[in-house]
């Protein structure tokens, strides 16, 4: 690349300019000097994570946890508060990520040997493959020596465990996938919430008729369009379908139940079952549920955190009951028990093998008296139901009474509780997945296709 | 057609010289100088409105519009959430980074310039070459290399690579600059016995204020604004840039659009600063600095 | 050159130029935090690594296995795609601007300012307020009510490349604008003079002086736009992440996601030689081009 230069070259117009430049060299100086020391000298003391005021800075002497910010972000300092004020010689100091930032960082982290003493993940793969490579510790005697063995659902307990052991302890919300919906919408059209596919159906064409979109999604995220088929899957076909794909087996995507779930899917799409630029909307500040409590759309499949949302972009819309709540439709004639669920069943504490001893127990006391009433309510309070067993009394004292009785029977009463199919799976197939099913809800490919792309992940 | 006589030709001296007003208005070219206009302020606009709204009701009304109760709790959010401290970071790793490549640079372009000798040939086209490598691509030795040498999560992460990357574009610039302090002082500087850095501190330096400013102007605005390498040699909250605090604002499932946007025009406020104190330099260094 | 009045002894011991020291630290920060990993993912791009366990040589598997996936022949295509049309949107686009605000009136002067005003945000930033702009329901199109501007930006796979190409123009333009105001300032009053005299119109005037005149720093500029757009990264991954389905997932794009998605390094190594051949081979190609340029302006003996 050649950058010529001409013109500048006379030493009248170098000297000339170079005055005019001092001066203005000079102030630019000052300028930029005095915002740095301004700056340097401004900043407030320790600025750590607020993990309270009695923690000291995080150092690589004490046990450390990378807390994630949202909803539940709270919960866990107050928890973390609460721990170091009653244990200055077991202190745990904090570190606080968004969501994708963490997802990227944990990796290169453990991979580094720099990982946190207590590793925040969803359970699934991932959990997996931390065990496989040895970077988390065994955590089932905790069951036994602590009151956690009664406490935690045993669905939920499920879920963090590899190969019969616990590796994962659970420290947030429990979070079903469930259908939420405008029962305004409903009833200026006069129709019933649908209890099974085929009166979904039906439904769709009168929805349409009415200008209402009937169901909103943020198609843009990908994992959005994940609960869709793995609901209709299991369904169809039962949790065993979705669980032999997620143990490799060969062929496990031939499975007659993921073509008919497909089909479904692109029946659904045809019919204008999606709001128009559905994959152009991404979650992002929650437009997806701006067209459920706005009137534009009926239906919405969503985690707790939609509720949140609604409850953030539209109060009146809550309190004044207009926001409803079913199960994902049956399948008639399907294999899947209507009960099941699918989401996040909860997030999970996991303790690093890379950390010392010390630390190793002070995560571990840290764990075995987490879930106390204190936590319980902070998590009740973020809009979800604790991985505990629950009493009615706790649950009918807070605000939203209603929603959190019927979340808890259903999660109660699940017999499964199919954990995100994106950290279900493998990485290659996870990832491999969002494409092929955005794919197939865009019309771009053919579930024989899908087929063909998903069985080729196998064992990746 | 237009052809020049000689005369004419002989005539021009300074390409620099502006172009005389005409009084024709180009109707069309006012035009399209408007719409682009709108293009690029619209963007803009949508930012700073939306900074000022809250979160409820912010599907509500029309995005474009003036905010019925416009709030500045966002920019309170921002600011309370270690804004300084990223903002610090931010401050820190640009100027040490802005320093140490336009020093190590400017002697590099001496060097090269005024030098002989097949060292000075080959490390030009080392950084010749060295422009069309993507960073990117460098991105997991790189962090293989950080880890070892034990300085993940640390601002050094940050400036060491930078500096490394910026070097060949800025080489090149001043080197070109370099290239037309006339040979005579060179060596009248010479004569008199001057050593190398006096030559560089008397001679070179002053001569390519232009060019260094404008360096480090765009190299400035490239660490300020690099997101990607923050992004995976740092993990800290003690350790982040501004960029990152745009991430901080994104939940697990959603985000905070407005507290987003108000970090965003936050964040763009120091840069805005030094445009306006150094606007004239850039576009007069690119001037000078580029082909015409 | 030293005098010959100069003795000899003297002459030996003195250097005839600065001494090659002070190219060393450039050489060594560049070397080493530039070329050394540069080398290091050509030695990952022989290996299978995930990031966390150890790193395991496999000889040319990776390589046989990119190369043989039908994603990075579409990576690579988009990427292409991408460079094309985005000189071709670019370049028209900053060369009048950059005449535009190179004139005299004032009013050019208060546009040119806001112009560039792009260049002070960062990538997430402009991805980001774009993003919800773009949004079908509650952005730019329902608010200013015009249909047109509903679609499905981000979400229509044959769409969003192209609004990828709009973005990352609007980020751009602004910093090719100077390039081309610079080379329009340069330009000589008198051949536009000696041109109206001879009776030419703007149009004219346009393409027989401006344009020939600009040819250089339309070299320059393309070049930074060619190599820029090959591995543009930062936009694009904030704004899709490379979809809907794979109709963004750029070659840089598969590279970064490859390797942190889905954590296979060795794989994502092999995309990241393959991306630093392309750009060598483009430099190379450009440069020769340009020297084929410079050779031509100079004999243009103006």
Same mark, same amino acid.
């Given at each position: 690349m050649y950058f010529e230069v001409c013109g500048v070259g006379t030493k009248e117009n170098t000297l000339a300019l170079r005055s005019k430049i001092d001066r203005r060299v000079a102030v630019l100086a000052v300028a930029v000097a005095t915002a740095v020391a301004l700056t340097s000298c401004g900043t407030p003391g320790p600025v750590q994570s607020p993990d309270g005021e009695g923690a000291p800075a995080a150092n690589t002497g004490s046990a450390s946890a990378w807390v994630m910010s949202g909803t539940a972000e709270e919960a866990f300092n107050a928890s973390f508060a609460r721990w170091n004020d009653a244990h200055p010689d077991e202190l745990i100091s904090t570190e606080t990520f968004a969501n994708d930032a963490y997802k990227q960082k944990i990796r290169p982290a453990i991979g580094a040997g720099e990982a946190p003493t207590l590793i925040y993940g969803w359970g699934g793969a991932t959990l997996a493959d931390y065990v496989a490579t040895d970077s988390v510790i065994d955590l089932s005697d905790l069951l036994d020596t602590t009151a956690l063995g009664e406490d935690l659902l045993p669905a939920v307990l499920q879920s963090g465990e590899v190969d019969g052991k616990l590796y994962g302890i659970p420290n947030n919300i429990v979070k079903p996938v469930v259908l939420y919906y405008n029962k305004d919408v409903f009833n200026d059209v006069g129709l019933d919430v649908p209890e099974s596919w085929n009166e979904l159906m039906a439904i769709v064409p009168k929805l349409v008729d009415a200008g209402v979109a009937p169901f909103s999604v943020a198609g843009q995220a990908q994992w959005t369009l994940l609960p869709y088929f793995a609901y209709l899957v299991d369904r169809i076909g039962g949790p065993d379908v979705i669980a032999s794909a997620a143990e490799g087996t060969p062929d496990a995507w031939s499975d007659p139940a993921v073509t008919e779930a497909l089909v479904k899917i692109q029946e659904l799409v045809d019919a204008g079952g999606f709001v128009n630029g559905f994959a152009s909307i991404s979650t992002d500040g929650g437009a997806d549920a701006a067209l459920l409590y706005s009137g534009k759309a009926a239906m919405m499949l969503g985690l707790p955190a939609t509720y949140d949302n609604v409850k953030t972009g539209m109060p009146e819309f809550v309190e004044e009951g207009n926001l409803g709540w079913a199960p994902f439709p049956a399948v008639d004639g399907g294999k899947g028990d209507p009960a099941n669920l699918t989401g996040n069943p909860t997030n999970f504490w996991s303790v690093s093998a890379d950390a010392t001893p010390e630390q190793q127990q002070a995560a571990k006391d840290y764990l075995g008296q987490m879930m106390d009433d204190g936590y319980v309510e902070d998590l009740i309070a973020t809009g979800g139901i604790p991985p505990v067993n629950m009493s009615e009394d706790k649950l009918a004292a807070s605000d939203d009474a209603d929603y959190f009785q019927a979340m808890y029977e259903m999660i109660d009463s699940a017999p499964s509780f199919q954990l995100s199919l994106d950290q279900a799976l493998p990485p290659v197939a996870g990832q491999e997945l969002l494409i092929q099913l955005q794919q197939i809800f865009l019309n771009q490919i053919t579930p024989a296709e899908f087929v063909d792309a998903m069985n080729e992940t196998i064992g990746k | 057609m237009s052809h020049l006589t000689d005369t004419e030709r002989l005539t021009v001296t300074s390409p620099r010289r502006r172009p005389r007003r005409r009084t024709r208005y180009n109707v069309p070219a006012g035009i399209g100088g408007f719409l682009w206009l709108a293009v690029i302020v619209l963007p803009i606009y949508y930012v700073i409105v939306s900074s000022l709204r809250s979160q409820a009701g912010f599907f509500a009304s +029309?995005?474009? /519009?003036?905010? /019925? +109760?416009?709030?500045f709790e966002n920019y309170w959010v921002v600011l309370q959430n270690d804004f300084f401290v990223f903002f610090r970071n931010s401050a820190v790793i640009t100027v040490v980074a802005v320093v140490a490549t336009v020093a190590v640079s400017l002697m590099a372009a001496y060097a090269i310039v005024r030098g002989t000798g097949w060292f000075q040939r080959t490390s030009f086209s080392l950084f010749l070459l060295g422009l069309s490598i993507p960073t990117h691509a460098t991105l997991i030795p790189l962090y293989w290399m950080i880890t070892r040498m034990h300085l993940y999560d640390s601002l050094a992460a940050l400036i060491l690579p930078a500096v490394g990357f910026s070097i060949p574009l800025t080489v090149l610039i001043l080197s070109n600059f370099v290239r037309d302090i006339p040979k005579e002082l060179y060596e009248s500087m010479r004569l008199d016995g001057a050593g190398d850095w006096r030559i560089l501190w008397r001679l070179v330096i002053p001569l390519s204020r232009p060019a260094v400013v404008t360096v480090a102007i765009y190299n400035a605005m490239n660490v300020w604004n690099s997101f990607l390498f923050p992004l995976i040699f740092t993990q800290s909250a003690s350790k982040r840039v501004l960029p990152m605090a745009l991430w901080a604002f994104q939940g697990e499932f959603s985000s905070n659009v407005p507290a987003i946007l108000a970090a965003v025009v936050l964040s763009t406020l120091p840069m805005f600063a030094a445009y306006i104190f150094g606007r004239r330099y850039l576009v007069s260094g690119l001037t000078a600095g580029f082909s015409k | 050159m030293p005098s010959p009045s100069v003795p000899r002894a003297v002459v030996r011991r003195r250097r005839t130029g600065p001494h090659p020291i002070l190219l060393l630290p450039a050489i060594a920060f560049f070397v080493f935090f530039a070329i050394i990993p540069l080398f290091g993912a050509v030695a990952l791009s022989f290996t299978q690594w995930d990031g966390i366990g150890p790193v395991s040589f496999v000889g040319l598997d990776s390589w046989k296995t990119v190369l043989s996936d039908t994603q990075t022949w579409h990576g690579l295509r988009l990427s292409l795609l991408l460079m094309v049309v985005s000189w071709v949107v670019q370049m028209p686009l900053s060369l009048l601007l950059g005449v535009f605000i190179a004139g005299n009136q004032k009013y050019r002067a208060v546009l040119s300012a806001v112009y560039l005003l792009p260049m002070l945000l960062s990538s997430a930033a402009i991805a980001i307020a774009f993003k919800n702009l773009l949004d079908p329901n509650f952005g730019i199109g329902s608010a200013l009510h015009l249909p047109i501007l509903v679609q499905d930006w981000l979400g229509n796979p044959r769409l969003v490349i192209y609004v990828v190409v709009f973005i990352i123009a609007w980020q751009f333009v602004p910093f090719h604008t100077l390039l081309y105001q610079a080379g329009a300032r340069g330009i000589p009053v008198q051949l536009y003079e000696a041109a109206t005299i001879d009776g030419a119109g703007t149009l004219q005037q346009f393409f027989h002086i401006t344009l020939p005149q600009l040819r250089n720093t339309i070299v320059t500029s393309s070049t930074l736009m060619l190599t820029g757009s090959l591995t543009y990264f930062d936009v694009v991954y904030v704004l899709t992440a490379g979809g809907p389905g794979n109709a963004t997932r750029l070659l840089p794009l598969d590279m970064y996601l490859t390797g942190?998605?889905?954590?296979q390094m060795g794989l994502a190594s092999v995309l990241a030689v393959i991306l630093v051949v392309i750009g060598l081979a483009l430099a190379f190609v450009l440069t020769r081009a340009s020297g084929f340029a410079k050779m031509n302006s100079d004999q243009e003996g103006l």
């Open positions: - | +029309n995005p474009l /519009a003036i905010p /019925a +109760n416009p709030t | 942190f998605q889905t954590n």
